[in-house]
């Protein structure tokens, strides 16, 4: 698990470079490259590296939540 004050203050300074309404999940639907390409300057490698492996935790998270409420909504007894 991120610090989430880090990842906060992190996402936060990559905003500036990136549309505003983009979400934390959302980010991790590009490739490492194409995000680093986005943030541009704005991040150094390791805070990049830092904030896109949140962003793909935090997709792979939602991802695991939608699942469970599929598979509650839908039991196969």
Not at 51 to 63: D, I, M, W
Request: aromatic share 10%; charged share 30%; glycine share 4%.
């Amino acid at each position: 698990m991120y610090d989430k004050s880090l990842i906060d203050s992190l996402f936060e300074k990559a905003k500036t470079k990136i549309t505003s309404g983009i979400s934390l999940d959302e980010l991790a639907h590009s490739s490492f490259d194409e995000f680093c390409e986005k943030v541009g300057e704005t991040l150094n490698y390791t805070e990049s590296q830092l904030l896109y492996g949140a962003a793909e935790e935090a997709s792979q998270y939602k991802a695991a939540q939608s699942r469970k409420r599929l598979v509650r909504a839908n039991p196969q007894s």
